[in-house]
């Protein structure tokens, strides 16, 4: 079975309520449909009645709630809600009400914040940035987590390498810069993400140019300091580095770079030591061995909140929503 199929399985097990605020764009409401009919997840949908007849219109989501911004009796609850975290940052009443009016992840945000849902799915016609942003300054990180990160369940065809050919990539969406401590908290959640939506054991690889020290730089001192860092932190979890791409994945490779290693040759789930490498690297993968990207997938923050890409199709909508499902299981 795909192991989307396996995930959306999983969310029907336990159904969770979804918000999906792009009502702009007519894919949120062919994904809405399809969701519903499948038992996937419970739907809002946000949008003035007359955004939700004109780009509804032909799609059956007779299932879903829908929560208009400008009369909804909920507001006033999200907008004291919206004061009281953000009132230090100068949000006022007005500036709340203006601002959830305008851009409705805020509204999203507030709605999971105030209990009235479990995540929120978005993004395929507005930035990364512009997602991520209401999520980061409302629903903030998880206890014990400093920084949200984003990860790609990879499914690579024909693969006997990883957990036969399934990987976690992380971070190849959110984090510009990296210290050590970072990294190593990157190791700590993408190891749970793996468990969480493969289920079998994870085996995490700090990635380098340089293996157990065959090169020397400061770019390498600080992958091997986030594995110390990790291993401490993480005592339970497989974690080794710093490993270049084939010792971490061949095992005839491993033998003669990293011999005793029990990641090296078996790694299910790569941290990437920069943006640019985690973002590059899984679009090689998903081009080149034609893949299944799923993601970017959010990890670290207090409820689950998804982005998707613009040039998303409803059923990639589907499967996104269908992990937020899956994240809020576990929230
Ligand atoms: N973890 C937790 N909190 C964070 C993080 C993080 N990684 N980054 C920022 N924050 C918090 C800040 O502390 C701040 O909180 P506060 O307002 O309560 O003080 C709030 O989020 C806003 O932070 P800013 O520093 O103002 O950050 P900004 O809004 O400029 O951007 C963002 C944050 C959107 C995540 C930015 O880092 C970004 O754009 N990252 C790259 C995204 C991207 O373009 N990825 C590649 C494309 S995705 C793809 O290809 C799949």
């Known amino acids: 079975m795909a192991i989307i199929d396996v995930i959306k399985a999983k969310a029907k097990a336990d159904k969770k309520t979804i918000v999906l605020p792009e009502t702009m764009d007519r894919r949120t409401f062919e994904a809405a449909e399809k969701i519903l009919k499948e038992g996937i997840a419970n739907i809002v949908l946000i949008g003035t009645e007359e955004a939700i007849k004109e780009n509804g219109a032909g799609f059956d989501i007779s299932g879903a709630t829908i929560v208009d911004p400008f009369n909804d009796p909920n507001k006033e609850k999200y907008i004291n809600k919206f004061v009281e975290l953000r009132a230090k940052k100068g949000v006022t009443y007005e500036t709340a009400k203006e601002q959830m009016e305008k851009d409705y992840m805020y509204y999203a945000c507030l709605m999971c914040k105030c209990g009235d849902a479990d995540g929120v799915v978005s993004g395929a016609c507005h930035s990364t940035g512009n997602t991520i942003r209401p999520a980061l300054q409302l629903l ?103 490993l270049q791409l084939d010792a971490a994945l061949v095992p005839t490779v491993a033998a003669l770079k990293a011999p005793g290693s029990k990641v090296a040759g078996h790694a299910n789930t790569l941290v990437f030591p920069s943006l640019e490498a985690g973002n590059i690297g899984y679009k090689l993968v998903q081009r080149l061995a034609k893949a299944n990207a799923y993601g970017p997938v959010l990890q670290g923050l207090a409820m689950p909140v998804n982005d998707l890409s613009r040039g998303c199709y409803a059923d990639d909508i589907v499967g996104v929503v269908a992990m937020t499902a899956v994240q809020a299981q576990q929230s």
């Open 140 to 242: 903030k990180t998880k206890p014990g987590t400093k920084s949200v990160s984003g990860f790609f369940l990879m499914e690579v065809p024909d693969c006997d390498l990883g957990d036969h050919g399934l990987f976690v990539f992380a971070d190849c969406a959110v984090n510009t810069d990296f210290d050590s401590e970072k990294l190593a908290e990157i190791a700590g959640l993408s190891a749970q993400s793996f468990k969480n939506f493969v289920g079998d054991e994870p085996k995490v690889a700090m990635l380098s140019y340089s293996t157990k020290g065959s090169a020397k730089h400061d770019d390498v001192t600080k992958v091997a300091d986030a594995v110390r860092i990790a291993q401490e932190k993480y005592p339970d979890i497989e974690i080794d580095g710093e």
